[in-house]
C-alpha cells in the first residue's frame, strides 16, 4: 500500500538525533519527504511550517531552494481536517449546514447558499423573489467582506501595514449588518433549505446603503490611489506567478483567479441562481496591466475591482427590496428535509471560485454522501508548479495571491 | 576636552592633584556616560510615538490604558520584557548569541560619542568624525550575521544574509553622499560642519548648490533607511515572511536589546543627517540661538543655549519621516532592493561627488551657487505652508465627517 | 451539446466500454468500463464537440449496500469552449477498487486523486504522487467508507472519550464549566 511508506521511511528528517530528555517520543518527527540523499551541496530545504504569519491558516510548504530561489516546492495539508465530509453522513440536513459555514469560515454565507441550493435543486424547492433577494444581498456583502480580508492580508504579506487596517474597518461594519440580522458575526447558519433563517430587520436597507456610499466613495478610492497601484507594489507583483489560462483551466482555478489570467467566466453569468441573472453587472478579468496576463497582480486587481461590482449588485438588489412585497421567509423550508433518491452535483460563485457540492440522497433524512470541491483545494494544486523558480519572498506572494483559505481545503 | 577638565577643576579644586591617568578617565568617561544614559531613555520615547503614530494613521488609538494616553506603556513593555525569560534554542551558539545583542548596540550608541548638541556640548569632538561614525556603525552588522548564525535557524541565517547585503550595498551611496559635506567644509569634524552652515536657515547645506544638494540629502537619507532595516528595506526583518528575520529566536532581554538598537540606530541616522545637511545645533534665525537673559521682577534667567533644542527638533522630525513611511509604503523585494542600491543610488551618488566637488574647487562657487542665499526661506515656507493646508483640510474633513455619522445615527 | 448527444457520442466512439447512462438526473452521467476511463477522458478533451477542459470534481462513493457492494467515482466534467457538462462514473468492487489516473489529462485530479485514495482507499493506477493528502502520514485505514471503526489509540492517545468521561456526565455532572449568559446588548434598539 503506497500509503504505508511513512515519512519515517521517506527520508531521514529534521528531527535530528533523539532527546533523552523526552520518552517516547517517535523517531524523527516532523520529516521531509524529500530524499535527502539526492540534495545538491548548494541546495537548502527550508520549511514554510505550519505555524507561519503568511501562509493563511495551517499550511505547510517545504522548499527546496538554492539560496533564495526556489527548485521545488511541496505543499502538505490537512493539518485543519475535521472530517466534515463523514459527519455529513451522521447528520440531517439542516444539521449539516452549521458544518458548511466553518468550511470557508472567512465567507461563510456563500457556503450554506451552496448547500441549500443544492438540496432545493435536487428537492425541487423553488424559494420565493423575496428571499432569493436577501439571499443575493448576502451573499454580495459577503463578497465584499472576504475580498477586503483577502486584499487587506495579501497587502499586510507584501509588508504595507495600514490598508489592511482600512479594510477591516469597513469589513466590521458588514459585520455589524450581519450580527443584526441574525445574531452571528463570522459563522452564521443563515442559509437554511428552503428560506434563510432570520427575515431582514427595519432599517437594513438604509444602514447597507450608508455604508456602501462610504465604500463607494472613500474605501475603495482610497485603496486603489494608496496601494493598489504603487509602484513597489506593483513590482512585487506584475511578473511573478504568472499562469497561464489552459493551465489554469486543467488544474481547475476559478473564480478570481481564472478570471486574473484571462478567461471571463463567472458562475453567476454562466450557470446563474437566485436571481443573479437579472440583475446588472461586469464580469472583472485581469488586465496584464503591468506586466504578464496572469500574473498575482491580476489576481490581486480581479478581486479588488469585483468589490465594486457586489456594491453595483447591492444597489439593485436594495432597489427590488424596498419595492418587492415580503413573505414569509420560512415558508418554503420543510418540516422534515427529505430529499428524493438521486444525486446532484451543484456549483456556485462563491468569493473564492467554484464552490461544488455533489449529493448522493438515498431518501432518509440524513445526506447519504456530500463532496465539497472547494475551490481553494484545486488552486492549491497547481502551486507547486507556479513556485518554481521564485525567490522565497515570492512564494508569499503567490500564496496569498490565491487566496487560500485552509479551512475549506481541509474542510 | 579641556573644557571639560577645567569645568572638573572648578567643581572639585582638589582635582587637579590627581593623577593624570585618573583625570584622563574621568573626562574620557563622565562625558560619554552622561550622553548614554540620556540617549539610552530615547528608545522609551520612540517606541511610544511609533505606536501612536502607526495607530493614527490607521485609524485606530494605539495605546491608551496604561497610564494617561497610554504614556506609561513602554515602561510597562520593558518590565516584562526583563521578567520573561531568556530562552536558549537548543543547537544555538551561546558564547555569540549573546555577543551579537551587545555588538548591535555599540554600534547603535557610540555614534553619539561625536554628535555636538551644542558649540561645546560634543562627548568627544574627534577630527575624524565623519569617519568615526561610518566605520563604528558598522559593527552592528557583525552583531547581526552573528545573531543569525547563533540562532541556529535557518530563517535566522537568512534574515542575517539579506541583512548583511543589504546593509553593505547600501553603506557605499550612503558614504559617498558624506563626502560632500565634508567637502564644501574641508574637514571630517562634525564640529566644523555645523559651524560652516553658521548664518541662519538659508546657509545650511540643505540649500547649498541648489537642487543638487537636496537631491544628495534624499539619497543619504534612502540609503541611511536601508542601513537601520526600515521599511520599505525591512527585509531582513520581514515579520510576514521570516517571521522575525535575523532575531526571530530571541526572546526577553535580548529581544528588547535588539528593539533598542534599532531604534538608536534610526536616531543617530537622523541626528548625522541633521548635522550634515540641516545644520546641527544651529538655529534658522541666529537671533534664536541663545534666549535671554529673562528678568521676572529680581529673577533673572539666561542666557540658555537652545543648540539642544534644535538639533533634538531636526532629528525628531527625520525620524517622524521614517515612521511615516514604514506605515505607508509596501516592502521591496530583496533584488529590487540591491537594483535600487547598487543602480540607482550609487550612480547618482559618485555624479553628485564628482560635480559637487567640480564646484567646490572653482574660487566662484566654492561656497555654493550664487543664489543659494535665496533658496532657503522660501521653500522652507512653502513645505511649513503646505503642511499646514493639509492639516487644515484634515481638520475639516474630519469634523464633516463627525457631522455625517451624526446625521446618520437619528433614524 | 444536450447529455443525450454527448452519451451518443461515446457510446459511437467507445461502443461496449460505455455501460449505461442516467441522462434524465439532475446531474446526468454516463457509465464507464474502469480500464478504459483513461482513454475516455482524453478523448472527452480533446475532441472538439466535446471539449471538456475542465474536471471539476472527482468524488469517490462507497455503496456496501447495493447490489452488488461497489465504490463508484464520479467524475464531473465541464466545457469552458462549449459551457456545457457531463458526468462519468466509474464502478468498482469493494475489495481493492482500482482505476487508472487521469492526471495526465487533466492536472487538478492528481490531488483529488490522492483524497480518493486517503478516504477511501482506492487505488489510481499510474498515479504519479500516491501520498495522503488530508490524513497524517502515518493513519491506517480509509475512514470514508461505510464499514470504518474508529481505531481505540492513535500513536498512544485515546481517539474516544473514555468510560469515565461518559459514566461523569450520565451521572448528571458537567464535564466542561459554565452556564454563562451570552445575552449581548442590542446596539440597533433604541431604549424607548
Known amino acids: 500500500m503506497p500509503s504505508e511508506t511513512t515519512a519515517r521511511e521517506a527520508g531521514r528528517g529534521e528531527g535530528g538525533p533523539v532527546d533523552p530528555a523526552w520518552p517516547g517520543q517517535p523517531e524523527a518527527v516532523g520529516t521531509s519527504d524529500w530524499d535527502q540523499d539526492g540534495l545538491d551541496t548548494d541546495e537548502m530545504i527550508v520549511n514554510m511550517g505550519p505555524q507561519h504569519p503568511a501562509t493563511h491558516g495551517v499550511l505547510r510548504v517545504e522548499l527546496r531552494t538554492d539560496g533564495e530561489v526556489v527548485r521545488a516546492a511541496r505543499p502538505h495539508i490537512g493539518y485543519l481536517h475535521r472530517c466534515f465530509e463523514k459527519h455529513c453522513e451522521n447528520v440531517d440536513y439542516p444539521g449539516v449546514m452549521p458544518y458548511t459555514d466553518r468550511m470557508d469560515y472567512v465567507a461563510a454565507m456563500g457556503n450554506t447558499l451552496g448547500f441549500a441550493l443544492t438540496v432545493e435543486k435536487l428537492s425541487g424547492i423553488e424559494v420565493s423573489p423575496y428571499v432569493q433577494t436577501i439571499r443575493v444581498v448576502m451573499a454580495e456583502l459577503q463578497r465584499i467582506a472576504s475580498h477586503a480580508v483577502a486584499v487587506g492580508t495579501y497587502t499586510m504579506d507584501i509588508g504595507a501595514f495600514t490598508p489592511f487596517l482600512h479594510l477591516l474597518r469597513d469589513r466590521e461594519k458588514i459585520l455589524d449588518l450581519f450580527e443584526w440580522t441574525c445574531g452571528a458575526r463570522l459563522l452564521y447558519n443563515y442559509n437554511w433549505v428552503g428560506g434563510v433563517s432570520h427575515d431582514l430587520p427595519d432599517g437594513f436597507v438604509r444602514a447597507t446603503r450608508d455604508l456602501l456610499r462610504e465604500f463607494d466613495s472613500v474605501t475603495f478610492p482610497e485603496l486603489l490611489d494608496l496601494i493598489i497601484h504603487n509602484r513597489i507594489f506593483v513590482r512585487r507583483l506584475s511578473h511573478v506567478g504568472v499562469c497561464r489560462p489552459e493551465l489554469a483551466i486543467s488544474y481547475d482555478l476559478t473564480g478570481p483567479n481564472l478570471r486574473g489570467s484571462g478567461p471571463a467566466r463567472d458562475l453567476r453569468k454562466d450557470a446563474p441562481y437566485s436571481g443573479y441573472e437579472t440583475y446588472d453587472f461586469d464580469v472583472c478579468v485581469g488586465k496584464g496591466q503591468y506586466g504578464p496576463l496572469g500574473s498575482c497582480f491580476d489576481r490581486n486587481w480581479v478581486r479588488t475591482v469585483e468589490m465594486r461590482e457586489s456594491s453595483k449588485i447591492l444597489h439593485q438588489a436594495l432597489d427590488r427590496l424596498e419595492k418587492m412585497e415580503r413573505t414569509d421567509v420560512h415558508e418554503k423550508v420543510p418540516k422534515r428535509v427529505k430529499p428524493p433518491k438521486g444525486e446532484i452535483y451543484f456549483r456556485t460563485e462563491a468569493p473564492r471560485g467554484q464552490l461544488g457540492y455533489y449529493l448522493v440522497s438515498d431518501g432518509n433524512v440524513n445526506p447519504y454522501r456530500v463532496k465539497v470541491k472547494s475551490p481553494c483545494f484545486t488552486a492549491m494544486s497547481v502551486f507547486h508548479h507556479l513556485a518554481k523558480g521564485m525567490m522565497i519572498a515570492d512564494v508569499i506572494a503567490l500564496i496569498g495571491s490565491l487566496d487560500i483559505v485552509l479551512g475549506e481545503i481541509d474542510r | ?411 | 451539446m444536450d447529455p443525450k448527444a454527448i452519451h451518443e457520442t461515446l457510446v459511437a466512439k467507445f461502443g461496449e466500454k460505455i455501460q449505461g447512462a442516467s441522462l434524465e438526473a439532475a446531474s446526468p452521467f454516463s457509465v464507464v468500463a474502469a480500464e478504459a476511463i483513461a482513454e475516455v477522458a482524453a478523448f472527452c478533451k480533446a475532441d472538439p464537440d466535446l471539449a471538456f477542459d475542465n474536471l471539476m470534481c472527482l468524488a469517490g462513493v462507497d455503496y456496501p449496500k447495493e447490489t452488488p457492494p461497489r465504490m463508484e467515482v464520479v467524475y464531473q466534467l465541464l466545457s469552458y469552449t462549449h459551457l456545457h457538462t457531463f458526468a462519468l462514473k466509474v464502478q468498482l468492487p469493494r475489495e481493492n477498487p482500482a482505476v487508472p489516473t487521469v492526471e495526465r489529462t487533466w492536472g487538478v485530479a492528481n490531488w483529488h486523486e490522492r483524497e480518493a485514495w486517503d478516504l477511501l482507499g482506492i487505488t489510481f493506477l499510474g498515479h504519479s504522487d500516491p501520498r495522503r493528502i488530508l490524513l497524517p502520514d502515518d493513519w491506517e485505514g480509509h475512514p470514508l467508507r461505510k464499514d470504518w471503526q474508529d481505531p481505540e489509540y492513535y500513536n498512544g492517545m485515546h481517539v474516544k472519550p473514555t468510560q469515565q468521561m461518559a459514566e461523569r456526565a450520565l451521572a448528571g455532572e458537567t464535564i466542561g464549566v459554565g452556564p454563562f449568559d451570552f445575552t449581548p446588548p442590542n446596539r440597533h434598539v433604541k431604549e424607548e
Open chain 2, 1 to 411: 576636552m579641556d573644557a571639560t577638565y577645567a569645568y572638573l577643576v572648578q567643581l572639585l579644586p582638589a582635582a587637579a592633584g590627581w593623577p593624570p591617568w585618573l583625570v584622563v578617565a574621568l573626562i574620557a568617561a563622565l562625558p560619554a556616560l552622561a550622553c548614554f544614559t540620556f540617549m539610552s531613555l530615547g528608545p522609551l520615547v520612540y517606541v511610544y510615538a511609533e505606536r501612536k503614530i502607526s495607530a493614527f494613521m490607521q485609524d485606530r488609538l494605539g495605546p491608551m490604558r496604561v497610564g494617561p494616553y497610554g504614556l506609561l506603556q513602554t515602561a510597562a513593555d520593558t518590565v516584562k520584557l526583563l521578567f520573561k525569560e531568556a530562552i536558549f534554542p537548543k543547537g544555538v551558539d551561546r558564547r555569540l548569541f549573546v555577543i551579537a545583542p551587545v555588538l548591535v548596540n555599540v554600534g547603535a550608541f557610540m555614534p553619539f560619542v561625536v554628535i555636538p548638541w551644542g558649540a561645546r556640548l560634543q562627548p568627544a569632538d574627534l577630527n575624524v568624525g565623519v569617519f568615526y561614525v561610518v566605520a563604528i556603525a558598522s559593527l552592528s552588522t557583525v552583531g547581526l550575521i552573528m545573531a543569525g548564525w547563533a540562532s541556529n535557524n535557518k530563517y535566522s541565517l537568512f534574515g542575517a544574509m539579506r541583512s548583511a547585503a543589504q546593509i553593505v550595498s547600501y553603506e557605499i551611496p550612503a558614504v559617498m553622499i558624506l563626502l560632500v559635506p565634508v567637502m564644501i567644509v574641508g574637514s571630517l569634524s562634525l564640529h566644523d560642519i555645523t559651524e560652516a552652515q553658521a548664518g541662519g536657515l538659508q546657509s545650511w547645506f540643505l540649500f547649498r548648490y541648489f537642487p543638487l544638494m537636496p537631491v544628495a540629502f534624499v539619497v543619504f537619507f534612502v540609503a541611511g533607511l536601508a542601513e537601520t532595516n526600515r521599511a520599505p528595506f525591512d527585509i531582513p526583518e520581514a515579520e510576514s515572511e521570516l517571521v522575525a528575520g535575523f532575531h526571530t529566536e530571541y526572546s526577553g532581554f535580548f529581544f528588547a536589546m535588539f528593539f533598542m538598537a534599532e531604534y538608536t540606530e534610526m536616531f543617530v541616522l537622523s541626528a548625522v543627517a541633521s548635522v550634515l545637511f540641516l545644520g546641527g545645533y544651529l538655529a534658522p534665525v541666529p537671533a534664536l540661538q541663545q534666549i535671554g537673559p529673562v528678568t521676572i521682577g529680581s529673577l533673572s534667567i539666561g542666557p540658555v543655549a537652545t543648540g539642544w533644542l534644535w538639533l533634538w527638533l531636526k532629528a525628531w522630525s527625520l525620524v517622524f519621516v521614517m515612521m511615516w513611511l514604514r506605515w505607508t509604503l509596501p516592502r521591496s523585494r530583496v533584488d529590487q532592493l540591491m537594483y535600487i542600491a547598487w543602480k540607482v543610488l550609487l550612480p547618482i551618488a559618485l555624479v553628485l561627488v564628482a560635480v559637487v566637488g567640480f564646484f567646490v574647487l572653482q574660487p566662484a562657487t566654492a561656497g555654493g551657487f550664487p543664489w543659494d542665499r535665496w533658496v532657503g526661506w522660501p521653500l522652507a515656507a512653502l513645505l511649513v505652508a503646505f503642511l499646514f493646508f493639509v492639516m487644515v483640510r484634515a481638520l475639516q474633513w474630519n469634523r464633516r465627517r463627525a457631522q455625517e455619522l451624526a446625521a446618520q445615527v437619528t433614524p
